[in-house]
Antibody
């Protein structure tokens, strides 16, 4: 069955960067892309953007333009999301999800990123 | 950016009752590119509906979606204990996808 396994908990200081990984298995990696969505504690879902796995085309949410970079590595079937210039309000659970035609049927387990001095 | 407004914020119902959740868009959602997700505490979201009305794989038929343009509805015909959760709508009709703020369905 399709699985997306994300990297573990991260604790970062303000101003630092974080890179979250998402390893996919049990499907043709190149046939789908990845969406990244985050959820601050007690809050709703926030779409960050998507990347196509094969061509690497990206579409970032305007709120994250200039701070987020999404990449994929087809050799390891892994997607990455890097967020720079971290602030305390970037503290959230970050999810990767398989992206087909806009909606996401398969999700990773989430990665908690805590930004604190 | 298309803003999605969900109502009500919280819905208090008993098992067996019908739940009707609304998602209103600030502009037309082209091609009815709207999805619904369910999220339980500590879990990732689960896709319920896409294309406004198509159930995702394995989703029970008590969940149904309807609507077009700017007004969409998720209906749960008879609430089961496992359906008490938070529900989000998401539009993917333009380049900037957005989620609604969520509706919590709680046990009355």
């Amino acid at each position: 069955q399709v699985q997306l396994v994300q990297s573990g908990v991260e604790v970062k200081k303000p101003g630092a960067s974080v890179k979250v990984s998402c390893k996919a298995s049990s499907y043709n990696f190149a046939s789908y892309g990845f969406s990244w969505v985050r959820q601050a504690p007690g809050e709703g879902l926030e779409w960050m953007g998507w990347i196509s796995a094969y061509m690497g085309n990206t579409n970032y949410a305007q709120n994250f333009q200039g701070r987020v970079t999404m990449t994929t590595d087809t050799s390891t079937s892994t997607a990455y999301m890097e967020l720079t210039s971290l602030r305390s309000d970037d503290t959230a659970v970050y999810y990767c999800a398989r992206f087909g035609t806009g909606y996401s049927e398969y999700w990773g387990q989430g990665t908690l990123v805590t930004v604190s001095s | 950016e298309i803003v999605l407004t969900q109502s009500p914020g919280t819905l208090s119902l008993s098992p067996g009752e019908r739940a009707t959740l609304s998602c209103r868009a600030s502009q037309s959602v082209r091609f009815s590119y709207l999805a619904w997700y369910q999220q339980k505490p500590g879990q990732a979201p689960r896709l319920l509906i896409y294309g406004a009305s198509t159930r995702a794989t394995g989703i029970p038929d008590r969940f149904s979606g309807s609507g077009s343009g700017t007004d969409f509805t998720l209906t749960i015909s008879r609430l089961q204990p496992e359906d008490f959760a938070v529900y989000y709508c998401q539009q993917y009709s333009n380049s900037q996808y957005t989620f609604g703020q969520g509706t919590k369905v709680e046990i009355k």
